[in-house]
């Protein structure tokens, strides 16, 4: 590594980090601005509400930050004719981008882990943390909701603290259903604990018509009947959600996605049609935006290496540059969505041509 190139190194981290929180920090201003009910969150659960948006918002950043820090550090060496001074040497600029182009790609493989398993999580407590301070629970925006778990159905009509009541768990194996009711219920990690239950397996093929009733339809028909024994009989149903996920899923609060990358894939193989098209599509988007942090860091040295020349400029640039990725990286998901471009690739349309266009502008700007 050339003393160029190290100099270059100890500057992009100290840029990045800088550009990272003063991002967050404009979406955090935009969410409280844009937020109409904020008054109705008590004091203390604005601060955490607050706090879990960040992985989230850190994921849109980190492309916005890692232009900006590009912008910084080539807008300064164009600036000092050091970039000239370099080529003139025999050293092109892509070689003096090295070490911010190894930055971009452990930023990108950064954003690959907060989107698969910090930013769910996270988003999920957003959810959770804002009912639970605006309703006093959670369970208050889905009681009463068909809630669709793939396999299984689950509806509950009141709760108290965090126990559900009048729970209802429904599943389908063929023509045979399987229903489990319950007077209380309780989650357990991704589990669901019913107490007081009842549960019946249906056979639909043997439920007579009225004027088809044989005397052992019954027999045929319900499969099996089995009841609590005793109040404190634990039936225990694994959901695959936990109480937050289930409740960042169908608040219909506007919320972050709460699905994982792996979520979202497992999900595109269990649907089909135009649900199935709307997941890869949003697919396509959480892929797309991480390696976004490489692409238009790769775009910003080749704008820098041309009239960045200040801080302010490069900021101004980098919010510019922002802008333009961000409307052609949701156009692409839209137009996917609708069915124009290729649900999955259409997000990525975005990162092809700043790709190309910042390749290009790095060839042009080499001296020959």
Excluded: C
């Amino acid at each position: 590594m050339t003393r160029l190139e190290r100099m270059v190194a100890r500057e992009t981290i100290p840029n990045f980090l800088i550009g990272t929180g003063l991002y967050i920090g404009v979406f955090l201003l935009w969410r409280v601005l844009a937020q109409p009910f904020l008054s109705a969150l008590p004091a203390q659960s604005f601060l955490p509400w607050m706090l879990y948006q960040i992985p989230n918002f850190a994921l849109q950043a980190f492309p916005i930050a890692s232009v900006f820090t590009a912008l910084i550090v080539f807008g300064r060496l164009a600036r000092e004719n050091e970039l000239l001074a370099a080529q003139s040497g025999g050293i092109s600029l892509g070689q003096v981008a090295r070490p911010v182009l190894l930055f971009g790609a452990l930023v990108t493989g950064l954003g690959y882990v907060v989107s698969e398993w910090i930013a769910p999580r996270a988003n999920q407590q957003v959810s959770v943390t804002w009912w639970d301070g605006v309703s006093g629970n959670a369970f208050s925006r889905i009681a009463g909701k068909r809630l669709d778990l793939g396999l299984r159905t689950v509806i509950f009509q009141g709760y108290a603290g965090n126990e559900l009541r009048d729970v209802r768990v429904e599943s389908w194996n063929g023509n045979t259903q399987t229903l489990t009711y319950a007077k209380r219920a309780y989650f357990e990690n991704d589990n669901l604990v019913m107490l007081e239950w009842r549960n019946y397996a249906i056979n639909h093929d043997f439920m007579p018509t009225p004027e088809k009733i044989t005397p052992d339809w019954q027999n045929n028909a319900f499969v099996f009947k089995n009841v609590a024994p005793n109040a404190t009989s634990r039936n225990i149903i694994q959901l695959g959600k936990t109480r937050e996920r289930l409740v960042a899923d169908n608040d219909q609060g506007g919320f972050e996605d709460p699905r994982s990358i792996s979520d979202l894939w497992l999900e595109h193989q269990q649907t089909t049609g135009v649900q199935q098209r709307d997941v890869a599509a949003q697919l396509g988007l959480k892929t797309a935006l991480p390696f976004a942090s490489f692409i238009i860091l790769l775009f910003g040295v080749a704008v820098a290496s041309r009239g960045a020349r200040n801080s302010s400029t490069a900021f101004g640039y980098a919010v510019l540059i922002a802008i333009g990725f961000y409307a052609a990286l949701f156009l692409g998901r839209t137009l996917g969505q609708m069915g124009v471009l290729p649900a999955f690739l259409a997000p990525w349309f975005a990162n092809l041509g700043f790709l190309v266009a910042g390749v290009w502008l790095i060839r042009s700007r080499e001296i020959r």
